[in-house]
Structures are given as C-alpha cells and as structure tokens.
C-alpha cells in the first residue's frame, strides 16, 4: 500500500495508528467507540496490507501533536495553545494542528465555572432551579460535582441527579442565557449545533466520587422515582478496572464468591494492573490455574468478557451493601478501625 500522508483519509490514519499502537491497547481504544465505528475501523485495518515505517511515524507524530494540542487547549486555551505550539513546531504547523482540532472541537462552555472553588460555587449556585444547577454541573469536574450535590439539602441531591442524567441536548441560546446569569461569555468556538451535555454518564462519574451516604441516598430516591434510570446508572457505577481501588483484604474477599471460570474469561479484557492486583491476592497454584485457562481458552468475545466482568462487579456491590468491604472514594466515607 504505498500511500501519502496527504493522500489518506481520517479514517485510514486511525487505522495506521491503531495498528501501530498494537492489539492490546487498541482493545481498549475500541472499548471508547461506537459498535458502527468499530466496524469501519476494523475493516480499514483488515483492509491495511502494508504501511512504510515512515508512515507509521508520520502519523504517530501527528497524533502526538493534537493530543497535546488539546491538552494546551484545555489548559489555557485556543491562544494558549497556539503560542506554545508555535515555539515547539513553528508558526504554520501550530496553525495546521491547531485547524484539525478545532473542526471537531468543541471548547466547553462555563470555562470560568471550572476555574472557580467548588465551595465558591456552590454558595453562588444553592439558590437556582435545580435544572440550572444540573446544567452548570454537567460541564464541571466530577470532584467539583461530587462537592456540590454532596452539600445540597438532600431532597435536591436526587433532584439534580434526574436531570443531569436526563439531560441529552441544549440549545447554545439555552446555554448563554445561564451564562449571562453566572455573568461570563460563551467561548466563540461553541458550535452552533446543540451541544451534548450531561446525561447517564455524567451522574456516574458524579456519583462514584461522593462520598457513600449521599450516593445511596441518590439511588435509593431513583430506585423509587425512576427504576429503569436507576438501574442504567447502577449498572455503570463501578467498572471492573475499578477493582484497583480495593484494597487486598477486599480483593481476597471478593475472590471467595468469585467463579473461576468467570474470573478467567474477565481477564482476557483486563489491563496488566488488574491482572496483576487479582493474581498477588490469591494462592500461587490458583493464580497458575487461572492463567493456563486463560492460555487455553484462545479468543474469547468481548461480550463474553464484559458479562464476566459484570458478574464480578455484582459481587463487588453487593459485598459493600452489606459492609463486608469498603471502596474508596470521595470523602465522607467513615473507616471503623
């Protein structure tokens, strides 16, 4: 395949760039990517006979270069951004990474919102529509999130929590009006389109960094309100990798519920930490054993991965529903020792 780098399209240079990544990291990559993206990128690549290292090179510095682009970004800025590209790359390449990045992105609004303390903002927040405050919440940190539905009155918590996870779509009009409120400019780069805020994610990252209390004060008012959203938002709340945050005697813990043959296939899909955080919290002969089934088993569907995995993190929660192990999070969690 002797191809330019002008020549290629988008497309093709994920495909480079997940082929030169190599298989295990682009197995996570895909775990970030919609089932139709996943198609057309695994077609591309079967597709990818043969690429010249320069290539491969080329479009491994550019990604390098964007991604840091989008840090600077984020940092300070488009300006910000621009000035430090133009002393690492020179004034025409800072302006040609910079072009590639703003096509798609989109710098968030409430900028000065996520610069402010949590606590600042919350005394400057309490007071406003719950659908107000769910939307300025939507475009903070989760640590700042988790702060202020921690310190609202408890009949707001879940309030708020409904509406950030049924929150899909809102008009930039929408968005300016609150702005003008919390008395700052939408960034000029907002695309005019709606912008996607929110949503079942948003209310888990939020609701894995508060404290415990408050989390199942949340769930439980949603359990009763909202079922189906409840169980979506449970279902999401804490992933297998999240087994890190264990500490051994909860892993060794979990472990006893845990089925072998489970716990195998779960580990194909898991990263070297996790592997290596379950095989130091068991005996060597039983770590050996899961390890040549794992080596005996050959391909495993990521399917059957995820339900694995998933049988595993039920036990996890049920374990700290009943107190038999702590997860560690957000403040507010008390340590009996």
């Known amino acids: 395949m002797a191809r330019t780098e002008e020549k290629i399209t988008g497309l093709q240079k994920a495909a480079i760039l997940l082929i ?14 919609k089932e139709e993206e996943i198609e057309e990128l695994t077609l591309e690549i079967a597709n990818t006979r043969s690429v010249t290292p320069q290539l491969k090179e080329d479009i491994i510095e550019e990604f390098y270069q964007v991604c840091l682009a989008q840090q600077y970004i984020a940092e300070g800025g488009i300006g910000y951004a621009k000035e ?4 690492a790359l020179g004034s025409d390449k800072a302006i040609d990474v910079i072009s590639k990045l703003t096509a798609s992105l989109q710098v968030k609004p409430f900028e000065f919102v996520r610069k402010t303390d949590a606590s600042q903002l919350l005394n400057f927040i309490q007071d406003e529509h719950p659908q107000t405050i769910a939307l300025i919440m939507s475009y903070l940190s989760p640590a700042q999130s988790s702060m202020i539905i921690s310190s609202l009155p408890p009949e707001r918590q879940a ?8 929150m899909d779509r809102t008009s930039p009009d929408v968005i300016k009006e609150v702005e ?3 008395e ?9 389109d709606y912008t ?8 888990v990252e939020i609701l894995n960094t508060v404290d415990r209390g408050t989390e199942k004060h949340i769930m439980e008012t949603l359990e009763i309100e ?20 264990l500490d051994d005697r909860a892993i060794q813990r979990v472990l006893r519920d845990v089925d072998n043959n489970d716990l195998a296939i779960a580990l194909k899909g898991s990263n070297e930490q996790v592997q290596s955080a379950i095989f130091n919290n068991m005996s060597k002969r039983l770590a050996v054993m899961i390890k040549e089934d794992m080596e005996f088993m050959g391909p495993v569907r990521m399917k059957d991965v995820e339900e694995a995995q998933q049988k595993i993190v039920n036990i996890i929660r049920k374990l700290e529903d009943s107190a038999e192990i702590v997860i560690s999070r957000g403040g507010g969690d008390e340590i009996v020792i």
Not at 159 to 166: C, G, S
Not at 227 to 245: Q, S, T, W
């Open 159 to 166: 309030d708020v929590a409904k509406r950030i996870a049924m």
């Open 184 to 192: 700052s400019k939408l960034s000029t780069l907002v695309n005019q």
């Open 20 to 33: 030169a990544l190599g298989p295990e990291r682009s197995a996570l990559i895909f775990k970030h990517l």
């Open 84 to 87: 430090l590209l133009e002393k």
């Open 196 to 203: 996607v805020i929110g949503g079942v994610d948003a209310v």
């Open 226 to 245: 909202e079922p189906e959203l409840a169980d979506e938002i449970r279902k999401k709340m804490f992933v297998f990798e999240d087994i890190l945050l």
């Open 180 to 182: 003008k409120v919390l």
